[in-house]
């Protein structure tokens, strides 16, 4: 009887502990992840912030070469106009 005694706390003992070791494992386990997860995160953040920053800088770039190419529109169409001006029609003019 003393036999039964000892040994059966001791087995739910040996269930408790195991218990608490497998809740402590699973806690330690999702701590890491959960770090993991805070990585990835700023790292994606990080990301985004800088693709949105080089985006800014390509719309920015893009803005400038259109103007730059309105520009030589313009200059052309002068160029144009005065080649147009210089070629009109000369016969009455004195030599």
Request: net charge positive; hydrophobic share 40%; no cysteine.
């Amino acid at each position: 009887m003393t036999k039964y005694k000892i040994m059966i706390p001791l087995v739910l003992a040996l269930f408790v502990w195991q218990g608490i070791a497998d809740a402590a494992s699973i806690s330690t386990r999702v701590r890491v992840l959960e770090g993991k997860m805070a990585k990835q995160d700023r790292a994606i953040k990080n990301a985004l912030k800088s693709s949105s920053v080089r985006n800014s800088k390509g719309d920015q770039a893009l803005a400038k070469v259109n103007a730059l190419e309105k520009k030589v529109e313009n200059l052309i169409k002068k160029e144009g106009r005065k080649k147009r001006l210089e070629r009109a029609d000369k016969r009455y003019t004195f030599p």
